[in-house]
């Protein structure tokens, strides 16, 4: 038997991270947002980040692929709807191939900290817990890599 797909009042795992980096907010908010910069940070621990496309707008689409060691790749894609530099991103997030997941919301914050920035992003409306804790270990990853280019 299949299990039902949950519906969008049904997802409420989330999760929130707060990491501080060394760093002044327009630094860190490009990090974010330029493809560049993205490929050097957005997939955690040992994978990298061969591809990163950014329409930075409301309404705009983005699209990452991360890729394992062993060649396997994770397409992501979402959309943005909120843009405020350097002081706030939300965007949707889905992969491509794991529609069952569904879509899920990103929102970071960059708080001016005198001369650092605090990171708080919250990603929430994930179907399950499992999901969240992956995601969670993943975001940790990511920070640490960010950390190291900041």
């Known amino acids: 038997m299949a299990t ?7 997802r409420s795992a989330s999760l929130q991270l707060r990491r501080t980096f060394r760093a002044p907010r327009e630094r860190v908010f490009r990090a974010w947002t330029t493809p560049e910069e993205m490929k050097r940070w957005k997939a955690p621990g040992p994978l990298t980040t061969p591809l990163a496309e950014v329409d930075l707008r409301v309404g705009g689409k983005y699209r990452i692929h991360m890729r394992e060691p062993d060649g396997t790749e994770h ?7 909120e ?10 997030w889905s992969w491509e191939d794991s529609p069952d997941m569904g879509e899920t919301l990103v929102t970071v914050e960059f708080l001016d900290r005198a001369g650092a920035t605090e990171v708080i992003l919250t990603h ?7 999901d969240r804790n992956r995601h969670e270990q993943g975001w940790s990853g990511c920070f640490d890599k960010l950390a190291q280019i900041l």
């Open 124 to 130: 929430e409306q994930f179907p399950t817990d499992e």
């Open 75 to 81: 397409r992501l894609i979402g959309v943005y709807r």
């Open 4 to 10: 039902p797909t949950p519906t969008r009042q049904q």
């Open 83 to 92: 843009v405020d530099p350097p002081k706030k991103l939300v965007y949707t």
